[in-house]
């Protein structure tokens, strides 16, 4: 049986050696674009949020439960507000991938030099101004000499209600401004220690909910906030109708009319575009429905926002989900999504190297017959022209030198398809023998 082993169809070790260093060029290629193309998104990233009781603490929760089902931790860092989670994506000691950012806090220049991109506006933040009711106040100009809370220096509530005081012609020193946090603050109004305090955020935020339902407290009415629009391109005019916050109570009681800048998703431009994906797939399960400012569907948009929205965002706002990813799980579908250049690799290998392999397999099987024909040549001149007093020994020597050699042919392991080719040779190796034992009968 080992004997008849030694005569295959087909010789896998040769096909092995003609085959190896295309498999490993393969191999390389496989492993390099795999490394290039990042097909596997990270299994955690952080999301910087807002204050205690803010709606970006309530959106982040639900951001992390829907990621969650993906097998994706979103980590929630609570923060000040807009402009601390700004300057935690421009820090990269910070471990902030993505974070809650209102229009207006950035320049399109200072977010390209920073390599920051948008996701997409999420719904718009009014800006509320709640103040006792025993203050009639109609315009911005009234409010100097009172005590006015806007909130911490991290949030984008300070710098923003600065720029409407501005454009009224009220300098914040003639204001009494604080900095305390919204729950706080909160306290304070209803205290009676402060006059007013100032939010920007969606009406779902717990503390704009209650504020709203409160008596003694009334929202200020921006009669004006379509003049503010176009003196700041990045605020919006929204309406609170009558009756929005409850039927029954009639409350309010008639519309108020409020500017709004919109939250936007910022992250960071190296954010894996899987993880993207997900985030804008997320948004549009939580911001997608009707609301208080906006129809259904007018959220999350690529619109509103003053910073780059990422090529997979827009991808995503213009085709929807990717089409492997309405049928295969997230991680199977991100995983063929992101190999096709392995794909086109392979394809730009194989074709070439399977017009090259099979004739590199034909060589080195021949080869193993071939070689020993140097061998025979090595006999024939060995025995061209000997002198007569050394034909003795030169003979007898490459008679057995051929004996040798048709041993070690014979334990040649060769495929069938090419035994005609062994065959040959020992026909060969016997021809030689013929014409050495001819010159040996034909010595004097």
Known sequence: MP???????????????????????????????????????????????????????????????????????????????????LARLQDPESGVDIAFVQSGSSELEAAEQKGLVSLGSLFTEPVWLFMRDTRNITQLSQLRGMKINVGPEGSGVPALFRKLLSVNGVEP????????????????????????????????APLIQMLLQTPGIKLFDFALAEA??????????????????????????KDYHLIAPTATLVARADLHPAVVDLFVQAATDIHGG???????????????????????????????????????????????????????????????????IPPLYVWKVRSRVYRWYGQLRAVEQAIEDVPHDLQADVYPAQLKRLNDIEDRVNRISIPLSFADELYGLRSHINFVRRRVTGLMRAEP
């Open 173 to 204: 020193k003639q204001l009494k401004l604080s900095s305390l946090e919204n729950t706080p603050a909160t306290v304070e109004l209803l205290a009676g220690r402060i006059d007013g305090l100032v939010f920007s955020s969606a009406p779902d």
């Open 290 to 356: 009707a609301g208080w400012f906006h129809r259904k569907g007018d959220f999350p948009t690529a619109s509103y926002t003053e910073i780059p929205v990422s090529r997979a965002a827009q991808r995503f706002y213009k085709e929807g989900p990717p089409l492997l990813r309405r049928y295969l799980p997230f991680w199977l579908a991100n995983f063929f999504e992101r190999m096709w250049v392995v794909v086109v690799a392979l394809g730009a290998l194989i074709l070439p190297l399977s017009r090259i």
């Open 3 to 85: 004997k008849i082993l030694k005569f295959t169809q087909f010789s896998l070790r040769d096909f092995l050696v003609a085959a190896g260093p295309a498999a490993l060029a393969i191999v390389v290629t496989c492993l390099l674009a795999y490394w290039l193309v990042d097909p596997s998104p990270p299994s955690q990233v952080t999301l910087s949020t807002g204050q205690e009781n803010s709606a970006y603490e309530a959106f982040g929760k639900k951001y992390a439960a829907a990621l969650a089902r993906f097998n994706v931790h979103v980590a929630l860092k609570p923060s000040q507000g807009s402009q601390e989670n």
């Open 228 to 253: 503010y629009t176009r003196r700041f391109p990045f605020l919006s005019h929204v309406v609170l109708p009558r009756g929005i916050v409850d039927l029954g109570r009639d409350l309010p009681r």
